[in-house]
Nanobody, 115 residues
Framework: QVQLVESGGGLVQAGESLRLSCKAS????????MAWYRQAPGKEREFVAA???????KYADSVKGRFTISRDNPMRTAYLQMNSLKPEDTAVYSC?????????WGQGTQVTVSA
């Protein structure tokens, strides 16, 4: 069973940047996608960005132009570069992937953006 471990969260001021990492505990390449989601207090979890094994990417409208998702090759680690952070980006950021038909989630990393 593969595990995902996120890192890179923290407390920053509005306008600053953070880079999150999500590492899978496997020596083999993941074969589908790696994605980032976030959940703010009192809100539903929402999609942020995804990157597919062919390199295609997808973003939520709220982060387009500010966040960039990337991955290493073979795909075992995904990164989320977050620029121009806003207080409304404050949330727990979690990554997920599909592994042999199962959806795997990491524990999450807290991102707090102060005004």
């Amino acid at each position: 069973q593969v595990q995902l471990v996120e890192s890179g969260g923290g407390l920053v001021q509005a306008g600053e940047s953070l880079r999150l990492s999500c590492k899978a505990s496997t020596s083999a390449s993941l074969t589908a996608y790696m994605a980032w989601y976030r959940q703010a207090p009192g809100k539903e979890r929402e999609f942020v960005a995804a990157i597919y094994v062919n390199g295609d990417t997808k973003y939520a409208d709220s982060v387009k132009g500010r966040f960039t998702i990337s991955r290493d090759n073979p795909m075992r680690t995904a990164y989320l570069q977050m620029n121009s952070l806003k207080p409304e980006d404050t949330a727990v950021y979690s990554c997920n992937t599909a592994y042999y038909g199962r959806t795997i989630w990491g524990q999450g990393t807290q991102v707090t953006v102060s005004a």
